[in-house]
């Protein structure tokens, strides 16, 4: 039974499923230029790199490579930090690209070039693939369909990704504009980017959006918890340590 329209580990791997079983190949940004049955997947990683892992395994099972936008300047991750280090290293390991997911409210525009370079090289040290493509994380609309690079990094909010190819997000956890599989461009066998962000996928049971916040915002709470007792004697009021 297809079941694609379900925002878990199975509606996804089916989703891919579609694609291939209508003849789509998964390529990379770096790699292909948009061409009839060609699908870019992207995922921006604005919470959790754990379900990044997750979703490059499975993606992985079925012979697929896609490209990861990492956010160097992220509230909920530190790509240095031990664990975040050994995930990128696993995305890498297992056939994907990595990129930089880069917040434009970050810098001011006249230093945004130095910005995006410096934290391309970031990445590149903490996941040891050179990083060669970015997205734009909360993007100017300025940006949206612009050059194709950026600092000689790929730009995928460029022309040539948001408009020789169809762009499909599952942006608040929800195909805003119906199911990938039943856009034009698909059914149509034209070129595709297809962003999604694992942390909406990443579990077994189909979960709402605000649920799945909630329990990522439990988890945080509970890594704070470990962190602090990793990284202090002192005990904290009604935590036991
Ligand atoms: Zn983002």
Known sequence: ?????????????????????????FETFDISNP???????????????????TIAKLEAAQG???????????????????????????????GHKIGLHYDVTQTHESDMDKAIL??????????????????????????????????????????????????????????????PTEQEAFINGGPIQLLTHPIWWHSEEEVAPEIRLREFLEMQYARTISGIKGNSTVAIDGIEG
């Open 1 to 25: 039974m297809f079941v694609g329209y379900q925002f878990n580990k199975e509606g996804y791997s089916n989703l891919l499923s579609t694609f291939a079983e209508n003849g789509y190949r």
């Open 35 to 53: 061409a009839p049955k060609t699908c870019f997947i992207r995922h921006d990683i604005d919470f959790d790199l754990d379900a990044a892992v």
């Open 64 to 94: 697929i490579s896609a490209s990861y936008f990492i956010l160097t300047s992220a509230p909920f991750y530190n790509i240095f930090e031990q664990n975040s280090v050994a995930a990128l290293r696993k995305l890498a390991s297992l």
């Open 118 to 179: 410096k934290e391309a090289g970031w990445l590149s040290n903490a996941s040891g693939q050179k990083c060669e493509m970015m997205s734009f994380h909360r993007p100017l609309k300025e940006l949206l369909r612009g050059p194709d690079e950026i600092c000689g990094l790929i730009s995928t909010y460029g022309k040539k990704w948001m408009v020789d190819a169809a762009y499909m997000s599952d942006s608040t956890g929800a195909w805003r504009f119906g199911m």
